[in-house]
């Protein structure tokens, strides 16, 4: 039933559609037993719930999922939904969108899921669902229009590829159709399947129904012929009479199905082999026949459904493939009916914790696990073994993984007296039980035996004092640059700084080695040199050898003088160079780092030597951007530019600085200069933020999307896109670009804000709402995002957050000049909301409670009231505490001097509430000055770490917890106020 294929080429998949014009037919039953038995058979299978209305076939394979629920596993939905929000951002007005651009999305392989079973022969199950699951899927799935995808998109073309892609990847694909006549059940009947497999009930709406649709797709397929299986289903034998006329009927309204088969003897024989009788035992849970019969049932319907894979197979397929064991049978049969069947905690722990996570964390509690695992080499024998790791050598998404787990038991944390604070597997037997963590082990053995082996030798460089002999060369420098850049972000940053230092030490030989050369090519040539002015001289000197041995020894001692000053000035010279190579890469090394003032002297220090230096003197522009000094970056950047007036990394640093002190007109001059001599997309995405900034938006769309051609993975052009929508007031776009760009970086801050604002404008408060929540998990300083959500909360009636909000906003706002567009638009904010005058500058501290953790919320709220009780009216806690995702091990944050006294108090009385509920804990207290410009003194954040496991008597509830998001520091963009609650974008 596959395309036959070129000579040699693997056939063809075959692509079958479950369809029933009528729900409750057990179709889906059907179709997950047929994927089973075909997959049991060494197949490579494809499942797709397309039926979007009423998704329940990843219920047959729940005990086989990670992600049970799919409360973060995307589906069918956002794989259609994706694809049109990016066409719809990428079709510039009054354009066409390019026929060939959609196939680089066509692949909804990304979105499938594979079964945690081990088939036989390698065989394989996936799963596309219908989608992610949670209060907003209906609201995706309703919204989605299917007539624009088609009409506008090129949705028939789109998916005509998809089919083709799936069909090479796999052998069968399995179709899971919507029930009745409507968009999506005209694609899996009629444009996608390769067989049509129509299931209904013996009663005449679902038998005339099924076969008018079978009848359409017959006829509509005249072209690309497609074979038809009717199925009857939910059989039952009592009324012989009655059931004898209905299947009479059946016949009748289906009598030329299947239309291969020669005879109707012939169909009616399949008729009967195929029909699914009702098994009350299976109307209670979405069971597998596979696990719920036994396979010498004769009653069952594990026969009919094996049946049916012999008909759509040809005879490939007639029986299910390596039946489990009676063990296993009653093992998966306990999962399914909810009963605890002798399964490992730490195993279920350990699923609970993974699924979940999204799919960005997910990534990075696989990175976590296997740092968690000793592999095993082959060659050595032996197993994998868990070990303790180091938390400080994690990166920041592995570390904000743990607490997650640590909660679910699955990791532990402690101190190690000689490796500090340490991260452990709870249970050892993880490595061995849970299946998950065993596959990934297995698929990336050879990477990870790499990374041991690589960790060995940095411990004996270590050992040696960081010695050069003991970094890599040769072979092993060569594999360890092609595994940073394939694999850098499976590297700590002391392997980093290991492989970075190794070829550090090679381009330093390197350079030497030619420097040595160069310089023995000089003495060859100066020895060649004398000896030919030798020669003639001693011809001379045969002639008047009497008058001129003087002068011959002058000239000879002249010229050995020459030479040692032409060496020594060229080892002076050599020398510089080398030093100033050396504090330009410091310099770079800490402005990477954040340490500005370093970086500042070690650039100063190069430019001290050799002023003609161009690299350090952009260098210190640099550092001088990043402080937001930007008249001295300018001057910087001016000084590279007169030594190499066509530097464009001169050009391009200048051009920010010129953005920065918004000087339009200069930026933008600049920027063109460097787009004159090559394609940068950091200068196009600049230049798109001028031309937004003077309302040119056209001019600004065009340099956003060119910015996209170059560097599609970087999602802030796709911000700058949907700033653009949103200001044209264009909010369904806008959406689209922002929920592109999250696609790319789910912890993107403008991103987030960008959507609030959109929904916000568009009237939908609840979805504006939760855009501005993870804005505000991510950047808790922002009074942008603060403001914007005070506004939501407001118009949602919630008057006393919309305050606090509103409060907070007006707050920051006070703090920067810059700001006073915020300031006004906060203070209206406030003043709608009470009747009490407004101070716009607060004469007492503000204190304002972080938390980490879901589950510390009360404790949270007792810190609050105790700090208030004893505040004597030197301060209040201001608005309820937030949920923050920067991680921290505790500390009360005050940003001036004359706020110390009150910071102390604060520490006291929050350690004492703490001790008083069995928690021990210190908090640092930290002074953060550079910080100063961005809150009004009396400012003071006190940061709770979670609380969880501090007090071993206090065991935690298990619940489900937000996904984690990563601390960054945004390139704000501004939103002016025109009217509270209808922003219009303007980024700066």
């Known amino acids: ?48 719930d397309w039926d979007l209305e009423a998704p329940g076939l990843h219920r047959y394979f729940a005990p086989f999922l990670v992600d049970k629920e799919l409360t973060s596993t995307e589906g069918l939905i956002d794989f259609v939904n994706d694809y049109a929000t990016e066409t719809m951002t990428r079709i510039p007005d009054g354009e066409t969108l390019n026929t060939d651009w959609y196939r680089q999305h066509a692949d909804i392989l990304q979105y499938a899921v594979s079964l945690n079973w081990k088939f036989p022969d390698g065989g394989t199950l996936d799963l596309v669902p219908a989608g992610r699951q949670g209060s907003t899927y209906s609201t995706r799935v309703n919204l989605f229009n299917w007539q624009t995808f088609y009409d506008k998109l090129g949705g028939g073309a789109f998916l005509e590829v998809a089919r083709e892609m799936m069909r090479e990847e796999y052998d069968y694909i399995l179709i899971d159709s919507r029930t009745g006549v409507s968009d999506t059940s005209g694609i899996c009947t009629v444009q996608m399947p390769d067989a049509l497999v129509v ?21 509509q397929r005249s072209q690309r012929p497609v074979r038809i299986f009717p199925v009857q289903t939910r059989v039952e034998p009592f009324e012989k009479r009655k059931l004898d006329l209905r299947k009479e009927y059946a016949r009748s309204k289906f009598a030329r199905f299947p239309d291969h088969l020669s005879s109707r003897r012939d169909r009616d024989v399949y008729m009967e082999e195929v029909q699914f009788q009702y098994i009350p035992f299976y109307a209670y849970e979405e069971l597998l026949a596979i696990f719920g019969d036994r396979p010498d049932e004769s009653l069952s319907l594990l026969k009919p459904a094996e049946r049916l894979t012999s008909y759509l197979t040809d005879g490939r397929v007639t029986q299910l493939g390596a039946p489990p064991d009676k063990e296993k049978r009653e093992e998966i049969l306990a999962i399914y009916e909810g009963r605890v069947f002798d399964i490992d905690p730490a195993v ?21 696990l296997k740092r968690l695992v000793r592999v095993a080499s082959p060659s050595e024998g032996g197993e994998d073994a868990a070990i303790k790791y180091r938390i400080e050598d994690l990166d920041r998404s592995s570390r904000a993984i743990i607490d997650l787990f640590a909660d679910e038991q699955v990791l532990t944390v402690e101190l190690d007296p000689t490796l500090g604070e340490v991260v452990r597997m709870t249970q050892d037997s993880l490595v061995k039980k849970w299946e998950p963590l065993q596959r990934w082990l297995n698929d990336d053995r050879d990477f990870l035996l790499w990374r041991r ?49 190794s070829l550090h030490e090679e381009q330093e030989q390197i350079r030497i080695r030619l420097q040595h050369q160069a310089q023995q090519e000089k003495v060859e040539s100066s020895r060649i040199e004398i000896e030919q002015q030798s020669q003639a001289l001693k011809q001379a000197e045969q002639k008047q050898k009497s008058q001129r041995w003087m002068i011959i020894a002058g000239a000879v001692a002249f010229i050995l003088i020459s030479i040692a000053v032409i060496y020594f000035l060229n080892l002076r010279r050599e020398q510089r160079i080398e030093a100033v190579s050396k504090l330009t890469l410091d310099g770079t090394e800490a402005l990477k780092n954040g340490n500005y003032d370093e970086a500042a002297k070690q650039f100063t220090d190069a430019i001290q030597i050799n002023p003609s230096n161009d690299v350090a003197f952009i260098g210190r522009g640099r550092v001088r951007l990043a402080q937001a000094d930007y008249d001295q970056a300018i001057s910087d950047f001016n000084e590279a530019l007169i030594l190499n007036p066509n530097n464009t990394d001169a050009l391009l640093g200048r051009g920010n600085a010129n953005l920065g002190k918004k000087a339009w007109d200069a930026g933008l001059q600049d920027f063109s200069r460097v787009l004159n001599q090559t394609k940068s997309a950091e200068a196009y995405y600049n230049r798109a933020r001028i031309y937004e900034y003077k309302k040119d938006y056209k001019m600004a769309l065009q340099d956003y999307r060119a910015a996209i051609q170059i560097s599609p993975e970087d999602p802030m052009p796709l911000v700058g896109v949907g700033n653009i929508y949103l200001q044209q007031g264009d909010t369904e776009r806008a959406i689209g670009s922002f929920s592109q760009a999250l696609a790319i970086d789910p912890n ?70 810059s700001n006073d567009q915020i300031r006004q638009s906060a203070l209206v904010c406030v003043e709608s909301l009470t009747t009490v005058p407004v101070d716009p500058e607060p004469k007492i501290a503000k204190i304002y409670l972080q938390y980490l953790d879901r589950k510390d919320l009360p404790t949270l709220t007792a810190i609050g ?49 703490l001790r008083k509920r069995g928690i021990e804990i210190k908090l640092d207290l930290r002074y953060w000055p550079r910080m100063a410009k961005k809150v009004p003194t009396g400012w003071i954040e006190v940061w709770v770490p979670p609380l969880a496991g501090r007090n071993p008597t206090v065991r935690r509830p298990v619940q489900n917890s937000a996904p984690i998001y990563q601390q960054r520091i945004p390139d704000k963009p501004i939103y002016e106020q025109n009217n509270i609650g209808i922003p219009n974008a303007k980024k700066g």
Do not use: H
């Open 1 to 48: 039933m596959s395309s036959s294929p070129v000579s040699g080429e693997k056939p063809l998949g075959t692509i079958i559609t479950f369809y029933s014009y009528k729900g409750g037919t057990g179709r889906s039953m059907a179709m997950a037993n047929v994927a089973w038995i075909l997959a049991s058979n060494g197949l490579k299978v494809l499942a797709i």
């Open 348 to 368: 279920a722990n350990a699923n609970a914790a993974y699924s979940r996570l999204g799919p960005e964390e997910q990534a990075a509690a696989q990175r976590l």
């Open 865 to 913: 009231k105790s700090l208030d009780s004893q505040s004597k009216g030197l301060y209040r806690v201001a608005g309820k505490p937030a949920l923050v995702t920067a991680p921290t091990t505790g500390d009360i944050r005050y940003y001036y001097e004359e706020d110390e006294k009150i910071a102390r108090q604060v520490k006291k009385t929050v350690e004492e509430t």
């Open 748 to 817: 993107l801050f403008e991103a987030y804000l960008g959507s609030g604002n959109a929904y916000l404008a568009g009237g939908i408060n609840d979805l504006a709402l939760s855009s501005y929540d993870k804005a505000i998990l991510i950047n808790n300083l922002d009074p942008y995002a603060i403001l914007n959500r005070g506004i939501a909360y407001k118009n949602l009636g919630q008057k006393e957050n919309a305050l606090a909000d509103c409060q907070k906003a007006l707050n920051l706002a006070s703090a920067e000049s």
């Open 453 to 501: 082996k690589l960790n060995g030798i940095i411990s004996e460089w270590e050992r040696l004092r960081e010695d050069k002999s003991a970094l890599l060369t040769g072979a092993l420098l060569d594999e360890a640059k092609k595994m940073k850049a394939s694999r850098e972000s499976d590297l700590n940053a002391s392997e980093i700084r290991y492989i970075d230092r």
């Open 199 to 219: 299931c209904f009930t013996l009663n005449n709406q679902s038998v005339e129904g099924a076969s008018a649709v079978a009848e359409s797709a017959f006829q």
